[in-house]
Structures are given as structure tokens and as C-alpha cells.
């Protein structure tokens, strides 16, 4: 059985940072591509980092979160780690896969999803 669990949410101050894990089961991250996606109150959506093995680890990232964002695998994990966090990064994080390697941030070509977690900022 395929799974994606999200960890590492929670409240956070301004300019603060964290580190969001997705741990896989049921497949291996080196036959997929994996991407964390985040969705704000009111908001559509949206793809902030993706990840994909060819060769060697091959990263993408949404050009709001360039900078800040940085996404890692570990094994089956796979790691995003926010620094300098802004009120604007309130949303609830997804991460998803999906079969090949695909470095995509659009979510209509993702099969598997997590739960979700949530990542709130204080100011």
C-alpha cells in the first residue's frame, strides 16, 4: 500500500525556521518523482519544491519560494526545510508523488498524496 506522512507542522514565528518530512511507504523515492505542495485559507493550490532522482538528486522550486525553501531526500524520506519564515507560508503542506522522474510542481500529474500538515506563522 502506497503512503505519504506528512510531519514536522506547527506554529512558528516570523523569520523562524522548521523542517517538514514526508515519509514513503509502499514504493521507493528512486522510481518516483516526489513534490510538496502547500494550499493557504482561501487559495488555490500550489507547488513550492519537487524533487526527482536522475542520476544524481535533481531539485525545482517555485520562484516565490527560491531561496528559502529546500527540498532533500533521505532514503524514503523527503525533507523541506523553510528558513526565514513569512506570514504568507501559512498553509497546510502537502507532499505527493508520482511514478517516473517527472520534475513537475503541477499537482494534476501527481498519484499519491499525504495527508497533509499543517504550518502555521506567528508575528
Known amino acids: 500500500e502506497v503512503q505519504l506522512v506528512e510531519s514536522g507542522g506547527g506554529l512558528v514565528q516570523v523569520g523562524g525556521s522548521l523542517t517538514l518530512s514526508c515519509a514513503v511507504s509502499g514504493f521507493t523515492v528512486d522510481d518516483h518523482a516526489v513534490g510538496w505542495f502547500r494550499q493557504a485559507p482561501g487559495k488555490e493550490r500550489e507547488g513550492v519544491a519537487s524533487?526527482?532522482?536522475?542520476?544524481?538528486?535533481a531539485t525545482s522550486y517555485a520562484d516565490s519560494v527560491k531561496g528559502r525553501f529546500t527540498i532533500s531526500r533521505d532514503k524514503n524520506t523527503v525533507h523541506l526545510k523553510i528558513v526565514n519564515l513569512k506570514p504568507d507560508d501559512t498553509a497546510i503542506y502537502y507532499c505527493?508523488?508520482?511514478?517516473?522522474?517527472?520534475?513537475?510542481?503541477?499537482?494534476?500529474?501527481?498519484?499519491?498524496w499525504g495527508q497533509g500538515t499543517q504550518v502555521s506563522i506567528s508575528s
Open positions: 505527493a508523488a508520482l511514478s517516473g522522474q517527472i520534475l513537475t510542481m503541477k499537482d494534476e500529474l501527481y498519484t499519491y
Open positions: 524533487i526527482c532522482h536522475i542520476i544524481v538528486d
